[in-house]
């Protein structure tokens, strides 16, 4: 199966700041495109096949620099989406820190559905078929999916068997590179993890150094 280097969407003006789930017209700000250009460039001398977005503008937006060096075109995938946060959506977070249930999403996080929305691990399920499906579909290719830090954060702990009620403590930055190697048969294996450095050409070409 295929390695994947999954890169979160660059900064907003609401990052830090507001809970922006599946927010309409949210794009980068001037500080998230020059993450977003610094993110493609170290991503250049990779052999990219595909380059995959969630259908945010944020993630779209960051996706279209990556692709732009490989000249590649973004392929959506809905399943690469934000959680749903329901009515918790684009609020600020320093409210939200002052809900009873803010403590349920940071020690249990597998226990919350979000008012209006989705829960944690119906996120994690559906982000995770969707990477497998992808990784599947491409063999021993490498290829990019642009998506949101807790939906990669649920991913790399299904892979790890790390519980949903600990992907808190995984950090994931914008613009950050999370790469994961999935073969056909055998473990998964993660490559790096949050990594804002450069990135070398891989050994073998496939993105596995």
Not at 169 to 196: F, K, M, W, Y
């Amino acid at each position: 199966m295929a390695t994947l280097v999954l890169v979160r969407h660059a900064t907003t003006a609401a990052t830090g700041k507001r809970l922006g789930g599946w927010t309409p017209g949210v794009h980068l700000d001037a500080a998230g495109v020059e993450q977003a250009e610094a993110a493609a460039q170290r991503l250049a001398d990779q052999a990219l096949a595909a380059v995959y977005s969630s259908p945010l503008e944020r993630t779209q937006e960051t996706a279209k620099h990556v692709a732009k060096p490989h000249g590649l075109r973004v392929r959506t995938r809905r399943g690469l989406g934000e959680v749903d946060y329901g009515d918790w959506t684009d609020e600020p977070l320093g409210q939200l820190r002052r809900r009873k249930a803010w403590a349920t999403v940071q020690a249990t996080p597998s226990r919350m559905t979000f008012p209006g929305g989705e829960s944690i691990r119906a996120a994690q399920a559906r982000a995770v078929d969707t990477t497998e499906t992808l990784a599947a579909e491409h063999g021993d290719d490498t290829i990019a999916c642009v998506s949101h830090a807790d939906v990669i954060k649920a991913v790399v702990a299904h892979h790890l068997a790390m519980p949903l009620d600990a992907f808190q403590r995984l950090v994931i930055s914008p613009a950050s590179v999370t790469v994961l190697h999935l073969p056909t048969e055998g473990q998964p294996v993660l490559l790096r993890c949050n990594d804002t450095g450069p990135y070398p050409p891989a050994s073998d070409g496939k993105g596995r150094a």
